[in-house]
């Protein structure tokens, strides 16, 4: 009997020391970081629609994608080894490209990729290949109001209340996405961006203006609205801030004979009107 006691104190003995011991964990072998340089990715676009799909072929890793956006500094990230992209925009971008897996993160990659844009809405077919001018006849032709009004209500232009200067001015979106302004000389200028003309002024004012090659416009569809926006520094005859290579314009209406759009800010929005 007390032989059994001894050896089931030495068993329980045994199991407190195992207990105490402490955990040895297997090391984990988690592979390399994955290699930029041997990831093969694909960019392919769909010309009807103007979508892109964006491609990473090798598996074992997730891609990580960076596209442009509005703030250079913030790209817009889509994570996923195959994905879809809209580019209402012609034209060329560059973008980052880096992939991961259990390891870690690879370095970023950049390329380039030639977007067709999307095709033209139906409803902005009547901007094409017609000469707008200033619809100087009609009260509120230009003026300003609040950001989300649908006409000049605070300051509402008379009818040829403007220099006749500002009224030849001619508009025509072509059918190839380039963009003439005939400004024969000169063009309305907000005082706010005046000084980018050499000119100090406290409202708006005419300054000296020729239209450099290049320059684009395009339509993008938020939501029912339309936005018209230029590339390369455009604008529709006026001048409406210090940033107006970046600003866009709502259409509110547009026929075969009238366009008539707004562009907003903090404050409130400019309207123009124009006739075919």
Same mark, same amino acid.
């Given at each position: ?133 200033? &619809? #100087? ?5 230009? +003026?300003? =109001?609040?950001?989300?009004?649908? %006409?000049?209500?605070? $300051? ?67 939501? &029912? #609205? ?5 590339? +390369?520094? =455009?604008?529709?005859?006026?001048? %409406?801030?210090?940033? $107006? ?32």
């Amino acid at each position: 009997m007390k032989n059994n006691i001894l050896i089931f104190l030495f068993l329980g003995f045994l199991v407190t020391l195992v207990a105490c011991e402490p955990m040895v964990e297997d090391d984990i072998d988690l592979g390399a970081t994955p290699n930029i340089e041997s990831i093969d990715y694909k960019v392919a676009f769909n010309e009807a629609s103007g979508e892109g799909t964006f491609e990473v072929e090798n598996t074992g890793v997730v891609a990580v994608w960076y596209f442009p956006s509005a703030n250079p500094d913030n790209p817009t990230i889509v994570t996923g080894n195959k994905i879809v992209r809209s580019f209402s925009k012609r034209g060329s971008y560059d973008a980052q490209l880096s992939v991961y897996n259990k390891a870690g993160m690879s370095e970023k990659t950049s390329f380039s990729f030639e977007a067709p844009g999307a095709p033209l809405p139906a409803e902005a077919e009547p901007l094409l290949d017609r000469t707008w001018m200033w &619809d #100087k006849e009609t009260a509120g032709h230009i +003026g300003n =109001g609040p950001a989300d009004g649908s %006409a000049a209500s605070w $300051w509402v232009a008379a009818p040829n209340e403007q220099d006749a200067k500002l009224y030849d001015d001619e508009l025509i979106f072509h059918t190839d996405g380039s963009y003439t302004l005939n400004a024969y000389d000169f063009v309305l200028c907000n005082e706010a961006a005046a000084h980018n003309f050499g000119v100090t002024a406290t409202e708006s004012v005419l300054v000296p203006y020729t239209q450099p090659e290049g320059q684009e416009w395009y339509i993008s569809k938020e939501g &029912d #609205k339309l936005f018209l926006t230029f590339e +390369g520094g =455009g604008f529709p005859s006026y001048i %409406a801030g210090d940033n $107006w290579g970046s600003l866009k314009y709502e259409i509110i209406e547009l026929t075969e004979t009238t366009l008539h759009i707004k562009v907003a800010f903090d404050w409130g929005a400019f309207f123009m009107r124009f006739k075919a």
